[in-house]
């Protein structure tokens, strides 16, 4: 264990030439970045969870019932024992030879049996009221942590110069702010990561996981190499967003159409000049070069370069599902439905079979209407998906 140990922290991979790793050990004179400072994430992660259970109890849902968002769930299916048996035991998604045969057995047309199937996976969905509660926990969180990475950061000298981030690099002592600013986010994104297995589930959950170990992995790599002062903008620069992003999917809740596209056109134009701009041409230009010009090469400026490659193929790709949508929402006057809804859209059953029997009078008709939560950064819908 001991040679695996020494293997792993070998110093000629994580720090420039002529550092060691006695160099950054703390004394009293001087604090530094300390690798076992990181455990201290996990029981706040865990604290972190836990507020943010109470504050959408006793703060977050009591605001959404004044602002009337709706508590109760997506339309249920009428009970029917035959296609709950085989929608629990067998598919929630039949094929058009099952669906025929359910045809012929209940006397219902193909029609009306998908719809059926879509109105129980929809009733399993979350309600707009649990989505609301979500949103707004992010939102508040998002609109502390980014005040808070403001106002520490303008009376740092390397918000103005980035090249003031290696400016004696890597001696650079550890202010007690820059230590919470720092746990706390990588405790926020611990939660989320763990958090995100229960909360509402998106179609985008295998790009948001993979979006959330790349931030875990990128702030633990540079909190133990000391590459914090760049971490602290990355941090503050990706947080802007967000805060636009949750406020606009909270109108979206309350049905106030008119402000939610509007917040999303400004989360569309922040998203777009922070990530494919500001991000490039501030961020990924100081690490990739005048990080190299002030300390040279060595193999942990390389593997961090290409973690922040990856959040920028990232961007990339969410900013074309923005552009998109915000796209349809200036040529048709309203936001779009979103690729990634958390409810299912009517029309995905529409498929081309026949409609062999009338409609069976007791099927109700799909009532999924209205508030399609997002994740990650993309608004939903607001208009209704009735057919």
């Given amino acids: ?31 530094f970045p300390q690798a076992e400072d990181l ?41 029917n024992a035959i296609l709950e048996k085989v929608f629990t035991a067998i598919t929630k998604h039949p094929d058009e030879k099952r669906l025929e045969g359910l045809s012929k057995q209940l006397d219902w047309d193909v029609r009306s049996i998908q719809r059926w199937f879509r109105q129980r996976r929809n009733q399993e969905k979350p309600s707009t009221l649990r989505k609301f509660c979500e949103s707004m926990w992010r939102f508040t969180f998002y609109l502390y942590i980014f005040t808070y990475g403001v106002r520490f950061l303008k009376k740092t000298p390397w918000l103005w110069n980035t090249r003031q981030c290696w400016s004696g690099y890597p001696y650079q002592p550890l202010m007690p702010d820059l230590h919470y600013y720092y746990i706390v986010e990588l405790s926020f994104y611990w939660s989320l990561m763990f958090s995100q297995f229960i909360d509402v589930k998106r179609k985008d959950f295998g790009i948001m996981f993979t979006h959330h170990i790349v931030t875990v992995t990128l702030i633990t790599f540079s909190y133990v190499t000391n590459l ?25 809740y309350c049905k106030c159409q008119k402000l939610s596209d509007l917040l999303f056109l400004t989360f569309a134009v922040v ?43 990232l961007h990339c790709f969410w900013s ?7 796209y349809k929402a200036i040529s048709k006057g309203k936001v779009a439905k979103d690729a ?34 997002t994740n990650g950064y993309l608004t939903a819908a607001t208009s209704s998906e009735e057919h």
């Fill in 228 to 252: 914090t002062r760049v971490g602290t903008l990355i941090l503050c620069l990706h947080d802007a967003a967000d805060i636009v992003l949750e406020a606009a999917k909270m109108a979206n």
């Fill in 340 to 373: 990634r809804s958390d409810v299912e859209s009517s029309s995905d059953e529409e498929e081309t079979v026949p409609r062999s029997k009338a409609p069976h009078s007791t099927v109700a008709t799909n009532g999924t209407s209205g508030a399609n939560g």
């Fill in 1 to 31: 264990m001991a040679g695996i140990l020494a293997w792993f922290w070998n110093e000629r991979f994580w720090l420039p030439h002529n550092v060691t790793w006695a160099d950054l050990q703390s004394t009293e004179e001087a604090a």
């Fill in 271 to 313: 998203f777009i000049v922070s990530r494919l701009g500001i991000y490039p041409l501030w961020i990924l230009n100081t690490t990739l070069f005048e990080l190299y010009e002030a300390l040279g090469n060595f193999p942990a400026l390389w593997v961090f370069n290409v973690l922040l490659m990856v959040l920028q193929i």
């Fill in 39 to 79: 455990y201290l994430a996990f029981p706040l992660a865990f604290c972190i969870f836990m507020i943010r259970l109470l504050f959408e109890r006793f703060i977050a849902k009591p605001c959404a019932l004044g602002l009337k968002v709706q508590a109760n769930g997506p339309q249920k299916a009428q009970p």
């Fill in 320 to 326: 074309y599902l923005i552009i998109k949508a915000a």
